[in-house]
């Protein structure tokens, strides 16, 4: 609901009180999902151009030179709050939004990944909603052609009553293809095509900013949009045929807000105005207000701005693929937007009232302009572009109790690690997805990242992480540490990190505490992401994930784009027996939020691993200058450098386990060979040692000719720590897992609970 200092400064812009129309399309406008009022003044922080960028935010995707000739177009969104509520059709939709986003651009969509938050699975609605969750976006994703390639689940009470589904989208579009959305020409009308309007959906994006309840699961389901993902697939393949033979002005889908959003975004770009004639929309429903038509967020739309002279040309098109369409208004020079409806009778209590019996319209600052039967006329900027709110922040207290806990034997502690839903194999999930349509799939999910071929030579490498342990233990190095896992992904690769997108989950921002710490991660993520020169360029923000007070852990999902030479593209497995083992990046006493605290001791305490930001980028830097001189540097001897992981979750015990588990190959590991930093009782403990999360660190294996020439090479710490061998890890005389218990403790954990 609308502020009362909100309501006062409406007032005072239009002149007058908004009729019930209006107050409703202000209302959705000026919500938290729609203007970002908590969160823009902090967003300002992110860098957000750079060397590759072509586009950052503030359109519905940000837009990275991947190639001479290619663009990629890459956005991510949140459907949280219906999927809490139907999870098989919140996350449906939420797939069908982050297309069309990618669509909206001109490109041809060619990947997604998802990033999922549940309740633990011994709880039987978390596992029902992980179940529809992931047939939502499987139902979807395979039946619009789109592979999903990527991504990471995690399974943590503090998302027992407030699920997090975050989607991430990748497309394709020739540099001089691409499109806005925009509506820059006085005279153009607006197309609307794709999926008919009805009354699914309707204050989707008010629900989406306020906490959940224990009733929402029946008050709010209305809110929840209904998709079908085979009109989708027509609008997707229609959309790319107008773009490609009409000269589009601009290109905006309908999502959060519908028509509301989308006109008065359009046109406020380019400082113009919109008629709208509702009798002209196509409604799915009968008897449908104006208040519904304009807030409906009915699924598979699209609105094109084009010069009237394609509209026929338009209109055969959409016939073609038997979509309906219709031209719905126009772009006005005034700056209002207005919207008209022939029935004044069923409209009368929306009538825009004045002094006198004449269609003259009072729309602030003392402009009047003359139309026929408008229900609703504001400045379009008033929709567009709310005033933001300086909220307090105050900083978090800290819990000061700390549980000393005894450390189970090594090699209990990591098969109880691998068995965390949170380290197995997300197989379960991950076949469920076509993510080998389109042919483009380099490397199949379950390793670092996701990689696309794009052409002969290059193929782009997509990540998406976040460890919310960390942000809600130190928002600072949570959030910057996001961003750093999600670009060692993309290193680990064989990829040259070039942008990120995020997707911020947080709690109610009225919550002073909440706020600051949605600052503190912003600032992290803003620190690493410009010295890597990674800049963000698209993004969302989602708040008040909360049920009745119980507030989900912070979740910063981080999306990293990178481009790779084909030949530079590395998997994480062992590859030869004999090839020697490296650690790059030194190892700090920093067990405290790691995955052995919750899955060994079920703790989440003290602070999390801190983000050494130079340290990071030099790490980074060696092993794609490793990558580009292998072979060449070395004898021309191809693939020296055999296999790269990144050392994260579960520290170097599970990256190990890892690489062994999907190669079959065992490993001989010198522990004291470990690069670490004396803590202040001395040497790090064994056990912190193998479970450590401290970022910057990565795990090479390569042909032992070049063993020296690698180690002189890299500007960090780094070491031979061992051999592959066997089919064992052997970690000492006393540690020794054969790789098939490695195995057996990391397969089939998701499979048993789903059974």
């Known amino acids: 609901m609308l502020e009362d200092s909100e309501m006062k400064y409406i007032k005072e812009k ?128 395979n039946r619009v052609g789109v592979p999903t390639v990527g991504g990471e689940v995690e399974f943590d009470e503090s998302f027992r009553t407030n699920p997090l589904v975050n989607v991430m989208c990748a497309g394709l579009v020739e540099k001089d293809k691409i499109v806005k959305g925009i509506a820059p020409n006085v005279g153009d009308v607006f197309l609307l095509m794709g999926g008919m309007t009805g009354r699914d959906g309707i204050h989707g994006v008010t629900f989406a900013s306020e906490e959940l309840t224990s009733d929402s699961e029946i008050e709010d389901r209305p809110a929840v949009q209904v998709g079908d993902p085979f009109t989708k697939k027509k609008v997707l393949e229609a959309s790319l045929e107008i773009l490609e033979k009409i000269d589009v002005s601009g290109v905006k889908d309908l999502g959060g807000g519908g028509l509301t959003c989308c006109i008065s975004e359009l046109v406020d770009k380019c400082g113009n105005g919109a008629v709208v004639d509702l009798n002209s929309i196509p409604l799915r429903e009968e008897g449908m207000t104006p208040y519904e038509i304009m807030l409906s967020e009915s699924q598979e739309r699209m609105v094109f701005v084009i ?201 109610n921002p009225e919550n002073p505490e909440i706020l600051w710490q949605f600052k503190q991660c912003v600032q992290g993520m803003s620190d690493l992401a410009e010295k890597f020169k990674t800049p963000v360029i698209s993004g969302n923000v989602s708040f008040y994930n909360e049920t009745e007070g119980i507030k989900i852990n912070p979740s910063p999902t981080v999306g990293v784009v990178g481009v790779a030479n084909l030949d530079n593209v590395r998997t994480l497995d062992f590859k030869n ?36 930001i130079d340290d990071e980028i030099v790490a980074s830097k060696s092993i794609l200058n490793l990558l580009d001189n292998d072979p060449g540097k070395f004898k021309g001897v191809e693939n020296n450098i055999t296999a790269i992981h990144d050392c994260s979750a579960g520290g170097i015990a599970i990256a190990l386990s890892e690489m062994g588990i999907s190669s ?49 090479s890299i500007d960090v710490p780094c070491a031979c720590i061992g051999e592959v061998k066997g089919n064992t890890l052997k970690l000492s005389r006393d540690i020794e897992i054969a790789v098939e218990d490695l195995k057996d403790a990391y397969n089939g954990v998701i499979e048993a609970f789903m059974a």
Request: glycine residues 8%; aromatic residues 6%; charged residues 25%.
């Open 664 to 712: 079959g190959i065992g490993a001989e590991i010198d522990l004291d060979k470990i690069p670490t930093e004396d803590n202040n009782e001395g040497k790090v403990s064994l056990n912190n040692i193998l479970f450590s999360e401290s970022h910057g660190r990565y795990i090479i294996t390569v042909k032992p000719n070049v063993l020296d020439d690698v180690l002189d």
């Open 14 to 141: 239009l002149g007058r009180e908004p009729n019930e129309l209006e107050e409703g399309m202000l209302d959705i406008m000026f919500s938290e999902h729609c203007s970002y009022k908590s969160s823009r003044p902090i967003l300002g922080l992110f860098p957000t151009e750079g060397e590759n960028i072509i586009m950052g935010p503030g359109d519905d995707a940000g837009m990275v030179a991947i190639t001479d000739k290619l663009a990629l177009a890459v956005g991510i969104e949140s459907h949280n709050h219906p999927s809490a509520i139907e999870p098989y059709g919140g996350a449906g939709t939420g797939i069908g939004g982050i297309l069309r986003d990618i669509i909206s651009m001109g490109a041809m969509p060619i990947a997604l990944l998802d990033s999922l938050r549940f309740g633990p699975l011994e709880d039987q609605k978390s596992r029902y909603l992980f179940e529809h969750v992931v047939k939502g976006i499987s139902d979807y994703g």
């Open 577 to 612: 027996e004999g090839d020697k083992i490296v650690i790059i990046g030194k190892t700090y006493d920093e067990v405290d939020g790691s995955e052995y605290h919750r899955a060994v001791h079920s703790l989440e305490q003290g602070e999390a691993p801190k983000i050494r």
């Open 307 to 507: 010069n009237p002279k394609y509209v026929d040309e338009a209109f055969a098109i959409c016939d073609k693929y038997e979509l309906p369409r219709a031209i719905i208004g126009k772009v006005t020079d005034n700056k209002l937007m207005i919207v008209e409806d022939d029935n004044t009778d069923k409209n009368k209590s929306n009538d825009v009232k004045n002094e006198s019996n004449e269609n003259i319209l009072i729309v602030g600052d003392g402009i009047k302009e003359t139309y026929g039967k408008p229900i609703a006329c504001m400045p379009a900027v008033l929709l567009a572009d709310p005033p933001s709110l300086n909220r307090d922040t105050t900083p978090l207290q800290k819990d000061e109790n700390y549980v000393k806990v005894e450390d189970p034997s090594i090699d209990e502690s990591i098969l109880k690690i691998l068995s965390s839903p949170n380290i197995a194999t997300k197989k379960w999930v991950y076949k469920q997805y076509d993510h080998e349509v389109q042919i483009r799939t380099v490397v199949k999910p379950g390793d670092d990242a996701a990689v696309l071929k794009v052409d002969d030579e290059n193929a782009v490498v997509l990540s998406c992480d976040c460890n919310s342990i960390h942000t809600k233990l130190s928002p600072y190095d949570g959030g910057a540490g996001s961003v750093a896992e999600a670009i060692r992904n993309v290193v680990s690769m064989g990829g040259e990190p070039y942008a990120v997108v995020d997707c911020l989950n947080f709690g």
